[in-house]
């Protein structure tokens, strides 16, 4: 690529924390003056109108407000920002399909007109600010040009995960109310050729009121119902369309889009994000995290249905000018190489995946990497539960070939962005811990009664003090939920839900949710933690561990385990016990043990219990 331009202001190494000195002392500056610290980063972006006030918060009643009373737009900062600035050539998205040879790229010219014409396509069908509007559609480019034209008029989007069923679809479009439904003919993932998402989406509003209309994107062509009066194609809503669209000015506090996620009670909350702070802290982090620079091409694996594909997909990386890769299938299709000849194919310099697929990988042996150079790796991250030391040790010397920093990054979809997490190459890798917590995010660790536990070697719950702009500002339709759940277990705190472990050096170490805890003989338990002792035995491939009525106990620990070894089950079982007792102790040892050959998993990846 040829470069006659200069040098991107957002990334280029002057945006980027260098050195770990560096990091230590504009994480000093982040805490004790915030509003100063976050005014600056916020000047990096375009603004209709400057905020008055950086920061305001009540975290009693849970109001939050960043950069107040500012006015700007997300779609313009990713798209048209770049290309005002020369960059209009450069490539925003590449995708990659679920067949290798499916692919297509966007250069941030391109993805401006596409957006804008779709953004026109929803204003024809009366589709105004605030409105919301539903995505349902697997990992084609529509997602992220749909998701970007609602920003760019200001309506809210809500992405519902394209693996949910027409009932959790209709459930999550009544929540919000939405009033369009965009979605696509079938899809096509694995070896699964005609996912029915029309025919899902069909079901899902006989019940949704809301609806106006259903946009339909022809994916593969299978022939699916249209209903004449309520469902459009997207090629025909954008075919009278112009191709600008100016962009909505925004509050800093309008809602940039809903996403639902589960709890530990009741049905899915709408987690809101706002407009400004969002935009702020998803491209601070992307920037830092991956230390992301100039022409890279970075690819996170994540689907666009979670939290990690909105920021690290679709608003980080456009928010920075980056090249972000798009990918529709799975790692095993057409053959367990898959993720390994993208990377070649696409030169990729930032790789970003779960422990669940890194584990799914490793029980294939070496052999389907070796083929591949993976040579343009530079970073590799890993995000969504935590990463057992065995996994670790796999991706770190295989995909990274022990020359790339492995970026163990902990957030949640409250929490917009990645809140602990190494930066590539600055802080020093410690397999298994986040690490250390990024500017302006103070994490504290409490014990049940809610009295912090400072110094090192001290295990708790963890928490919050003070916000971060890109911090959840409600749950859809119910405050008091949000207050209920984040800001009430601890007072001036937000609560996490995760328990974690800061030892002696001062490193964070996520022990998983503790709102999914046992309780044997009176301790707690982490099941996420005891497997993580569990996968320690190098023969033990992945576990599950869940509790079960215990008569003397109270909760059991039952593990379900697949092992990849030439010790029969009395010897394997003793051996994991012994592991067990010897990473966490007695107390957590496994009541009962079950080998099997495979473990029931979501979608996203994780394993259901
Ligand atoms: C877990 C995904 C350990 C954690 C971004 C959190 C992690 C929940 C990590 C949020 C990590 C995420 N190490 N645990 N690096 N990242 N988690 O909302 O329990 O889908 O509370 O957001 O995933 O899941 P969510």
Not at 86 to 108: L, V
Not at 365 to 386: A, C, F, H, R, W
Not at 437 to 444: E, F, K, T, Y
Request: charged content about 25%.
């Amino acid at each position: 690529m040829s470069k006659t331009y200069k040098p991107h202001p957002d990334t280029t190494q002057k945006a980027h924390i260098s050195s770990l000195e560096q990091y230590k002392k504009i994480y000093n500056e982040s805490i004790s003056n915030p509003e100063e610290f976050w005014a600056k980063i916020a000047e990096r972006i375009d603004w209709y109108q400057p905020w008055n006030k950086v920061r305001e918060y009540d975290f009693v009643n849970g109001k939050i407000e960043w950069f107040s009373n500012g006015k700007l737009n997300a779609s313009y900062n990713c798209l048209d920002r770049h290309v005002n600035n020369g960059y209009g050539d450069e490539t925003a998205i590449i995708w990659e399909g679920n067949d290798p040879n499916q692919s297509r790229t966007f250069t941030y010219k391109e993805l401006l007109k596409e957006v804008s014409q779709f953004a026109n396509g929803l204003k024809d069908l009366g589709v105004k600010k605030g409105d919301r509007v539903c995505l349902y559609m697997q990992m084609i480019p529509e997602l992220a040009i749909a998701v970007l034209a609602c920003a760019r008029i200001g309506a809210v989007h809500s992405v519902v995960f394209g693996a949910f069923s027409s009932d959790a679809l209709r459930d999550r479009i009544n929540d919000s109310a939405c009033k369009i439904l965009v979605t696509q003919d079938t899809g096509v993932r694995g070896i699964k050729q005609n996912i029915p998402m029309k025919a899902n989406a069909d079901q899902a509003v006989l019940h949704t009121p809301s609806i106006e209309y259903v946009i339909v994107v022809k994916r593969t062509g299978e022939p699916v119902h249209m209903d004449v009066e309520r469902d459009i194609w997207w090629h025909e809503s954008i075919s009278n369309v112009d191709d600008k669209c100016k962009p909505e000015e925004m509050d800093s506090e309008d809602p940039l889009f809903i996403l639902y996620t589960s709890g530990s009670t009741g049905k899915p909350k709408g987690v809101v994000h706002s407009s400004a702070g969002y935009m702020i802290y998803s491209s601070y982090t992307f920037l830092n995290v991956f230390q992301y620079d100039e022409d890279d091409i970075y690819w996170c694996t994540a689907d666009v249905g979670w939290i990690t594909g909105h920021s690290y997909i679709v608003y980080g990386p456009l928010l920075c000018g980056a090249t972000t890769l798009m990918f529709e299938g799975v790692p095993t299709y057409p053959n367990v190489s898959r993720f390994w000849d993208i990377v070649d194919k696409y030169k990729v310099n930032q790789f970003y995946t779960a422990p669940t697929a890194i584990r799914a990988l490793q029980a294939h042996g070496l052999e389907p990497l070796e083929n591949n150079s993976l040579d343009s790796l530079k970073v590799i991250g890993s995000v969504g539960e935590p990463i057992n030391e065995e996994a670790w040790h796999w991706y770190h010397d295989n995909v990274g070939k022990g020359k790339c920093p492995l970026v163990d990054t902990w957030w949640q979809t409250e929490t917009g962005g990645i809140m602990i997490s190494a930066l590539a190459g600055i802080t020093p890798n410690k397999p298994a811990h986040a690490s250390l917590p990024l500017p302006g995010i103070i994490p504290v660790i409490v014990d049940a009664e809610g009295n912090e536990l400072n110094g090192n070697n001290v295990q708790g719950n963890l928490c919050i003090k003070s916000p971060w702009p890109s911090i959840i500002r409600t749950t859809y339709g119910d405050h008091e939920r949000c207050i209920s759940t984040y800001f009430s277990n601890y007072k001036g705190m937000y609560f996490t839900g995760d328990g974690v472990k800061r030892d002696h050096d001062g490193y964070l170490r996520i022990l998983g949710r503790v709102d999914d805890v046992i309780n044997v003989s009176g301790h707690r338990m982490g099941t996420a933690e005891v497997e993580n002792a569990i996968n320690e035995h190098e023969d033990v491939i992945e576990s599950a561990v869940v509790g079960y009525p215990h008569d003397i106990k109270g909760e059991g620990i039952y593990a379900y385990v697949i092992v990849s070894t030439e010790l029969n089950d009395d010897e394997i079982k003793d051996q994991i016990i012994n592991v067990v007792r010897k990473v966490i102790g007695p107390i957590a040892k496994p009541d009962k043990i079950q080998i099997v050959s495979g473990l029931p998993k979501t979608r996203s990846g994780k394993i259901m219990r």
